[in-house]
């Protein structure tokens, strides 16, 4: 509504419309029109909030990472008993993230393990780790165990044989032995499809390592139930040579649990002097540990295989090419 006066004559001419007729005179005339608008704004906001959660949800920030190829292979070395020289690598899974850099896998292995991503982003892992070792198997002496955690998720079907076959016909038979490495976080069902599988792995000379052991409840029926070749000794458990006289009664009863099944093992989380020759002492079989080395990308890896004495010079490529790789 609008009143304009004149300054100079005893004029005012008024113009618009009463209150309530403008929003009569807009549904009469433009009804269509005024549906359009609605529609258009309901859309867009329905559009918004659609992008917004997206880009929220760790599931989506999950596949993105993966289809970035941000998921990267650092390698911790396995020592050997006696001489403490490299008989494996365990490959940890860290997260290039564009962000934060780089990302410890317990912050989102957990959620990729609950949202089931875990999956692909080991295929990944595997795929990654084959073609950065691949170029370099001249430096891996025969039966260089390179070990992968698996979860529950991958005993579901039987993909994870195609997975295990694409990982070792990347390299010469026999240059390498795939190791897996199975943790009690999510129970694993002894389901025929899960029987077949090991039965499967193990025709195809992949070993299965259980991880942690002796933290959760299920360790002794796995062993039974999945023909486990290695038991890797808990890190709470290594920490405690040294402590008190109990503590060190479980270490040395689970030490002589393996010895009298057959199996391999495997002490993590090596960290002094005293608990390296203590875990010699007591004949365990492999060793891994900041003492040792800690988790270190592939580039750094391969120069530390190759700097090794008695190992053959870097094959084929240049250092500045390793890094890229
Ligand atoms: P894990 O399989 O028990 O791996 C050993 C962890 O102990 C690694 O932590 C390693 O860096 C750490 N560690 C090794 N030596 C020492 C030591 O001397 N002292 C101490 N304090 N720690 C040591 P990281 O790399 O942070 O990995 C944590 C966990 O995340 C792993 O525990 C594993 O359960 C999980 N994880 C890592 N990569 C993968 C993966 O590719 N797939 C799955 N499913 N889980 C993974
Ligand atoms: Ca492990
Ligand atoms: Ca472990």
New binding site residues.
């Given amino acids: 509504h609008v009143l304009l006066g004149s300054t100079r004559y005893p004029f005012s001419v008024q113009g618009g419309y009463a209150a309530a007729q403008q929003g009569r005179l807009w549904r009469s005339h433009y009804p269509a029109l005024l549906g359009l608008l609605l529609v258009l704004g309901a859309a867009a906001a329905l559009a918004c909030r659609w992008q917004i959660r997206r880009a929220s949800s760790p599931r989506a920030e999950l596949r993105r990472a993966l289809e970035a190829d941000e998921f990267l ?2 390698f ?1 070395p396995v020592v050997r008993q006696g001489d403490y020289r490299w008989a494996g690598a ?5 997260w290039n993230h564009p962000q934060e850099g780089l990302v ?3 912050l989102f ?1 957990p959620y ?2 609950h949202s089931g991503q ?1 999956v692909d ?2 295929r990944a ?1 595997m795929m990654h780790t084959a073609q950065s070792l691949a170029p370099y198997a001249g430096l891996l002496e025969d039966g260089f165990h390179i070990g ?4 529950a998720d991958h005993c579901r079907d039987l993909s994870l044989l195609d997975d295990c076959r694409t990982f070792l016909q990347h390299f010469p038979h026999g240059r390498v032995v795939l190791t897996l ?1 199975l ?1 009690e ?1 999510k129970l694993i069902e002894p389901t025929p499809v899960t029987l077949e599988l090991f039965e499967k792995l193990h025709a195809m000379g992949v070993m299965i390592a259980l ?2 052991f002796g933290t959760g409840q299920s360790s002794l029926n796995y062993l039974r139930q999945f023909k486990v070749d290695y038991l ?1 000794i ?2 709470s458990f290594v920490a405690l040579i040294g402590a008190d006289a109990l503590s060190v009664h479980i270490l040395e009863s689970v030490i002589e649990l393996s010895a009298k099944l057959g199996l391999g093992i495997v002490a ?4 002094t002097a005293a608990q390296r020759d203590y875990l010699a002492r007591h004949d365990v079989d492999f060793q ?4 040792f080395a ?2 270190m990308p592939a580039a750094q890896f391969l120069e530390a295989l190759a700097a090794r004495p008695g190992a053959t010079q870097l094959p084929q490529r240049t250092p500045p090419e390793i890094m890229r790789g």
């Fill in positions: 292979p650092y911790q365990e490959v940890l899974m860290r410890r896998p317990d292995i990729a393990e875990i982003m080991t892992l992968i955690n698996i979860t490495e943790t976080r991880d942690d890797k808990d890190q993590e989380g090596v960290e891994q540990g900041y003492l800690k988790p």
